[in-house]
């Protein structure tokens, strides 16, 4: 499949799934009632998708790679956001687990894509 537009890219679609799941998340009680850090980490899901979708409209593959690391650091900032809820109590263990393995799974597939452009330079 030819990728044509951003919304094409997995890595995207996966990102917008892990925001989607940070907003239900943070609109808890506790959670919501806690803006700076529910600003925080809803702010670094958000840059994931923002990040995928700008690199992709980037002039050349190294300026796409450029934006894809920040988006794989974003995914890492909310993987650490996610054990400030935790240990406040925001979140349970459970929900901790599968917002860490989504970002986890994200920052995967944008690592799979780095490795296909450094590989592939010229392909896009």
């Known amino acids: 499949m030819k990728i044509e537009k951003f919304e094409d890219i997995q890595a995207w ?3 917008r799934e892990l925001t989607r799941a940070i ?6 009680k506790e959670f919501n009632r806690d803006y700076g850090l529910r600003d925080q980490i809803q702010r670094a899901a958000v840059s994931i998708m ?6 992709f409209d980037s002039q050349s593959n190294q300026a796409f790679l450029q934006f894809l690391t920040y988006a794989v650091r974003s ?3 909310v993987q650490s956001h996610l054990y400030v809820a ?5 979140i349970t263990k459970a929900t901790f687990n599968d917002l860490y393995q989504q970002a ?8 799979g894509l780095i ?3 450094r590989s592939n330079p010229r392909k896009r």
């Open 23 to 28: 907003y239900k998340a943070t609109s808890q």
């Open 50 to 55: 923002a990040n995928i979708a700008e690199g």
């Open 86 to 90: 935790l240990d406040q109590g925001y």
């Open 13 to 15: 679609q996966f990102a």
């Open 115 to 117: 490795r296909y452009l």
């Open 104 to 111: 986890q799974k994200v920052k995967s597939v944008i690592c």
């Open 75 to 77: 995914a890492t900032e």
